[in-house]
């Protein structure tokens, strides 16, 4: 059994930054990847980006690509995504993932434990 907390989300205006954290617990969190979705209101949950178990593989949506950043800390079990150049069409509500294999994942099964989502709303 693996719990995350995201944290850090909230209203900021267009071109603002934010950082989101994820804060893990259960399982050895330097094994495997991790990733964040987001899901607007009345829309699917969509990928974001992903890390992979070590750090050092990255992959972004192209909506994010240049303009967010995710990373992790191993000896903290944390997650996180610096967000930057925020746009409206980024609010959502932000949820982080705990994948099935080390390696970047980007699709909604490639994950077994998710958060609670923290909302993220951009004002234009």
């Known amino acids: 059994q693996v719990q995350l907390v995201e944290s850090g989300g909230g209203l900021v205006q267009a071109g603002d930054s934010l950082r989101l954290s994820c804060a893990a617990a259960g399982r050895t969190f330097s094994t495997y990847a991790m990733g964040w979705f987001r899901q607007a209101p009345g829309k699917e949950r969509d990928f974001v980006a992903s890390?992979?178990?070590?750090?050092?593989?990255?992959t972004y949506a192209e909506s994010v690509k240049g303009r967010f950043t995710i990373s992790r800390d191993n000896d903290q079990n944390t997650l996180y995504l610096q967000m930057n150049s925020l746009k409206p069409e980024d609010t959502a509500v932000y949820y982080c993932?705990?994948?099935?294999?080390?390696?970047?994942?980007?699709?909604?099964?490639?994950?077994?434990?998710w958060g609670q989502g923290t909302q993220v709303t951009v004002s234009s």
């Open positions: 890390i992979s178990a070590g750090g050092a593989a990255t």
């Open positions: 993932a705990f994948g099935r294999k080390p390696w970047t994942l980007s699709r909604l099964y490639d994950y077994n434990y």
